[in-house]
């Protein structure tokens, strides 16, 4: 059974730091590109990076490059999402989720193209 979980949400101040983990179970890292995504109150979810099965590709958001970095370990299939100089407006609910893109560099930041989700993980950003 396929699960992914997220950790790492809570409150920051604008201008500071947090890093979502995103531990799943059931999909092996090699199979499955890993997107994280949010959903700020009366928003479509919006892509905010992805990380292709091979490791090797990164997409981001336009509003979060240079900003945002995710990375992977493997041994513990784990997959980040760092958020450095956070704005009160990204504040939302963040999840990830994983699209099967077998040993390959695709990444893609529509929601659509994911078949498994975490649960979501609260991100405040005060001003």
């Known amino acids: 059974q396929s699960q992914l979980v997220e950790y790492g949400g809570g409150l920051v101040q604008a201008g500071g730091s947090l890093r979502l983990s995103c531990v799943a179970s059931?999909?092996?890292?090699?199979?499955?590109?890993i997107g994280w995504f949010r959903q700020a109150p009366g928003k479509e979810r919006e892509g905010v990076s992805c990380?292709?099965?091979?490791?090797?590709?990164?997409k981001y958001a336009d509003s979060v490059k240079g900003r945002f970095s995710t990375c992977r370990d493997k041994a513990k299939n784990t997959v980040y999402l760092e958020m450095n100089n956070l704005k009160p407006e990204e504040t939302a609910i963040y999840y990830c989720?994983?699209?099967?893109?077998?040993?390959?560099?695709?990444?893609?930041?529509?929601?659509?193209?994911?078949?498994?989700w975490g649960q979501g993980n609260q991100v405040t950003v005060s001003s």
């Open positions: 989720a994983a699209a099967r893109y077998s040993y390959s560099n695709d990444t893609l930041l529509e929601a659509t193209g994911y078949g498994h």
């Open positions: 059931g999909v092996k890292l090699d199979y499955y590109a």
């Open positions: 990380l292709s099965s091979s490791g090797g590709s990164t």
